[in-house]
């Protein structure tokens, strides 16, 4: 059976995107030592990003509404590559908080708009699983974007791991461009100004606000538990390097495995249940990173990362299910 590309161009998509967005947490402890500030001002390097996705998330679908979608995701996979070479000769926490900032603000192009063609060009029946392919992408790229800096910078530097990521993210954005065919389903907004409208609509659907109650807080737990678990792994007793501090995000390959049996499992449980079911699973998860165990810490770092991804993958496959227009937004 032929692989259709077009899975592979959605998997590449969601692999790049996270390959730069958490990039830094295995590097956290290292940077600080190396530019001599606590855990909390170089932090700010993974918060700028993110305040930065927050920002220009909206807007960004309210362009790709008009621009149209492959045009948009290729365009931001290559130009990402920018401030991640940026990030390698930054010479200090402030330069690394601004590329890290630049890095945010050209990500929600790639992943939003990307869910959106997923909406539009796959059939409804279709979506959760292909959703899920885009997911398994997405985990993979967020275990190398820890990993892979990790263990350049006990090898050589952290400033090559930077480097590295952004020669991986040209490849992504030449296999895309080759491999994602134009949509061909799309309707194209006829302006801004209606893209915008459509947004606003959104914002009063109760059901897409509780959606994005749910992407809220898997944004929000993954980025505090996986930021600040390497600080406390980096300390006394366990005095973890660099490059082990990148492995223990090997747990971030659980979304990997069972993202693609997502629409599965929805079907089985029922969309509801299944998303109550996976807080309660990743409360305990937290709860178990805080034993003192490095066994206990593996085991809550992969429930939350598993619990997560599925989460994420669920909330984004109904997004596209009940967004019957302006989906980018």
Not at 211 to 237: D, K, M, Q, R
Request: hydrophobic share 55%.
């Amino acid at each position: 059976m032929a692989v259709d590309p077009r899975k592979i161009a959605v998997a590449i998509a969601g692999f790049c995107t996270f390959l730069n967005l958490y990039s830094p947490q295995a590097l956290l402890p290292a940077l600080a030592w190396e530019f001599g500030v606590g855990a909390a001002e170089i932090s700010t390097i993974m918060t700028a990003s993110t305040l930065a996705i927050a920002l220009t998330a909206p807007f960004t679908g309210a362009i790709a509404d008009v621009l149209g979608r492959k045009r948009v995701i290729a365009a931001a996979m290559l130009a990402v590559v920018v401030p991640t070479i940026g990030a390698a000769f930054a010479p200090d926490v402030q330069a690394l908080v601004v590329w890290r900032f630049m890095q945010g603000l050209l990500l929600p192009p790639i992943f939003a708009v990307t869910v959106a063609y997923i909406g539009d060009e796959w059939p409804a029946t279709q979506v959760a699983g292909v959703a899920g392919i885009y997911i398994a992408g997405s985990s993979l790229g967020g275990f190398c974007g820890r990993f892979l800096p990790g263990l350049l910078s006990d090898l050589i530097s952290w400033r090559a791991a930077f480097l590295a990521l952004a020669g991986l993210s040209f490849v992504g954005a030449l296999a895309l461009a080759l491999l994602l065919p134009r949509e061909k389903r799309f309707v194209r907004s006829p302006g801004l100004t209606a893209s915008a409208r459509g947004m606003l609509r959104h914002l009063r659907n109760p059901q897409l606000l509780a959606t994005y109650g749910i992407g809220f807080g898997v944004l929000f737990n993954f980025i505090a538990v996986f930021t600040y678990v390497s600080f406390h792994l980096a300390a006394a007793p366990y005095h973890f390097s660099s490059t082990l501090l990148g492995l223990i995000f090997v747990t971030y390959l659980a979304g990997t495995v069972i993202a693609p049996m997502t629409g599965w499992m929805v079907a089985r449980l029922g969309r509801r249940r299944f998303i109550l079911a996976l807080i309660a699973a990743w409360a305990g998860g937290a709860l178990l990173t805080l034993l003192p165990p490095i066994a206990a810490i593996i085991a809550g770092l992969t429930l939350c990362a598993g619990c997560g991804m599925l989460c994420q993958t669920v909330a984004t496959g109904y997004v596209t299910e009940i967004a019957n227009e302006g989906r980018s937004s």
